[in-house]
């Protein structure tokens, strides 16, 4: 049975840094292409980050520079450092599995609730 528990979500001050984990059970780790989205109140949800099989990595303009995607497959675990935060990163979390591999799978995690105060 498929699951991505994430952790690491809460509050903090900006300026100050989170650190956010997704760990996968259930899915043979090294062949997904690894991401997180967020979507904050009113608005849709946005790709922050990805990480394919293979390492590459891409960020979305806001957080270039601020944050870091990173994947241990030894603990079949992605994780998202996220530095220099700013009220505009409070957001719903959500770490987001994809293949392609034999057949497209996708599965997501339940989300973690990150706010950066003022």
């Known amino acids: 049975q498929v699951q991505l528990v994430e952790s690491g979500g809460g509050l903090v001050q900006a300026g100050g840094s989170l650190r956010l984990s997704c760990a996968a059970s259930?899915?043979?780790?090294?062949?997904?292409?690894m991401y997180w989205y967020r979507q904050a109140p009113g608005k849709q949800r946005e790709l922050v980050a990805g990480?394919?099989?293979?390492?590459?990595?891409n960020y979305a303009d806001s957080v270039k520079g601020r944050f870091t995607i990173s994947r241990d497959n030894a603990k079949n675990t992605v994780y998202l450092q996220m530095n220099s935060l700013k009220p505009e990163d409070t957001a719903v979390y959500y770490c987001?599995?994809?293949?392609?591999?034999?057949?497209?799978?996708?599965?997501w995690g339940q989300g973690t609730q990150v706010t950066v105060s003022s």
């Open positions: 987001n599995a994809k293949t392609f591999i034999v057949v497209q799978r996708d599965y």
């Open positions: 990480i394919s099989s293979g390492g590459m990595t």
């Open positions: 259930g899915i043979i780790f090294n062949i997904y292409n």
